[in-house]
């Protein structure tokens, strides 16, 4: 039995919208590219014919990684989630003890994980350490860097 899969309803669309293009663009865009690769003579030499093919292959295991993802998606928006502690799809705002600065991360699901984004992984070194804690306390957590001092200021669910 597969694993359940948290997201929220935005990585939810994302992922959406990604396993849509696939399926239906990109599949086409490869077949058309399988198909004029084949024109060029001799496929067991053709290098286009192999570059399409194992594009084909890439582009169909994502679509099967994706299908089995959203087959088993439970949106976190719809779950009764405390917010007085840290779980998966809040918005903790730290100050590092260490650097003497305020971040804002929102703990999110490794599918949905995005630096740029500011959104961490539950299962992240940051993310493990984080989960179940409440407001105003100082943590510490082991990172590949070393350890480092946090100071959990405000605990936010989005709207």
Known sequence: MA???????AGFEKLSQELGYLTTKERKKISKAIGEARLLGDISENAEYDAAKDAQAHCEARIAELELKLSNV???????IPSDKIYIGAIVTLKDLDQNKSLKYMLVSPEEASIEENKVS????????????????????????GKKRFKILKIERPA
């Open 3 to 9: 694993q359940e899969v948290y997201l929220t309803r």
């Open 74 to 80: 439970r949106i976190i928006e719809d779950q009764n």
């Open 122 to 145: 539950f299962s992240s070194p940051i993310g493990k350490g984080l989960m179940g804690k409440p407001a105003d306390l100082v943590v510490d957590i082991e990172i590949p860097d």
